[in-house]
Nanobody, 126 residues
């Protein structure tokens, strides 16, 4: 599975962006699709994930109510709609997936994913 993330850019605080992650093929059966982000000098943090088995989303507390993850199954594509952006959202955003279903308690752990996109830069100015 190859993932390509795009849609990042420079936006003012309060603005919106939509990130897209296109997969070359379908991920593993019922495998989750996730977004992580990494700011300079910081670890890669969980942002959002979609349990494709039941289409249930999961979000980091810092983005709840502002970000929405969704997917187009027919296009093997997952989206991250980001609203009310803040300067602290500035980071490189990565999409990720794996070969099979995940234990939900681990859905926010980067080490559980073995396929990663190349990342797309999001910069939010104050």
């Amino acid at each position: 599975v190859q993932l390509q993330a795009f849609g990042g850019g420079l936006v003012q605080a309060g603005g919106s962006l939509r990130l897209t992650c296109a997969a070359s093929t379908g991920a593993g059966s019922n495998a989750p699709m996730a977004w992580f982000r990494q700011a300079p000098g910081k670890e890669r943090d969980f942002v959002a994930a979609l349990d494709t088995w039941n289409n249930r989303p999961y979000y980091a507390d810092s983005v709840k109510g502002r970000f929405t993850i969704s997917r187009d199954k027919a296009k093997n594509t997952v989206y991250l709609e980001m609203n009310s952006l803040k300067p602290e959202d500035t980071a490189i955003y990565y999409c990720a997936t794996r070969d099979r279903r995940i234990v939900i308690s681990s859905i926010n752990r980067a080490g559980q994913y073995n396929y990663w996109g190349q990342g797309t830069q999001v910069t939010v100015s104050s």
